[in-house]
T-cell receptor
């Protein structure tokens, strides 16, 4: 499978616990993005990496959230001290930006987080 | 930032009919116009896109038309099938943008 993959697909946790999600982008894609989607809404941007550098973070990304892409390949998104408001679908996307002008982003299946 | 609206928010058509979804945006610098399809429990799937130097693009039963002057673009689906039932999102942006700003979404239901 050459698409974007995410793990786990579903996560149920209790309030106050830490959770970590993983995303494997399409190989050779240099950009990786994290979005959050709540029920009935479109995805909202959280952060993105170009190679291993985290270049932009949304105001939605509170200090309880941290993302890494240590070797410019897979990425992890960690949420510390989860709150019920963190319940959402967390989507990962990747794209290849190499001098051309247009940014086609390809999404993974998402990780659905439920905080009890 | 970009203000993006989609109309209608829900659309029900009979199998075989056509469906049209319109996306209106505010940023005149936008030059890349993708449409995504999202089925229940899945991530958004890029189904068609258009760039600002083109007015229309077609791929089998789906097409996108762009009116840059009026700042809107539309998704056209002909000969709809039950598997077209999904939520559709537009995400106009500048080609160099880092993030996509998604529209409000349109739920399409194709009935038999």
């Amino acid at each position: 499978d050459t698409g974007v993959s995410q793990d786990p697909r579903h996560k149920i946790t209790k309030r106050g616990q830490n959770v970590t999600f993983r995303c494997d982008p399409i190989s050779e894609h240099n950009r990786l993005y994290w979005y959050r989607q709540t029920l009935g809404q479109g995805p909202e941007f959280l952060t993105y990496f170009q190679n291993e550098a985290q270049l932009e973070k949304s105001r939605l990304l509170s200090d309880r959230f941290s993302a890494e892409r240590p070797k410019g390949s897979f990425s992890t998104l960690e949420i510390q001290r989860t709150e019920q408001g963190d319940s959402a679908m967390y989507l990962c996307a990747s794209s290849l930006v190499a001098g051309h002008f247009y940014n086609e982003q390809f999404f993974g299946p998402g990780t659905r987080l439920t905080v009890l | 930032g970009e203000n993006v609206e989609q109309h209608p928010s829900t659309l029900s058509v009979q199998e075989g009919d056509s469906a049209v979804i319109k996306c209106t945006y505010s940023d005149s610098a936008s030059n890349y116009f993708p449409w995504y399809k999202q089925e229940l429990g899945k991530g958004p799937q890029l189904i068609i896109d258009i760039r600002s130097n083109v007015g229309e693009k077609k791929d089998q039963r789906i097409a996108v038309t762009l009116n840059k002057t009026a700042k809107h673009f539309s998704l056209h689906i002909t000969e709809t099938q039950p598997e077209d039932s999904a939520v559709y999102f537009c995400a106009p942006n500048t080609g160099t943008a880092s993030k996509l700003t998604f529209g409000t979404g349109t739920r399409l239901q194709v009935t038999l």
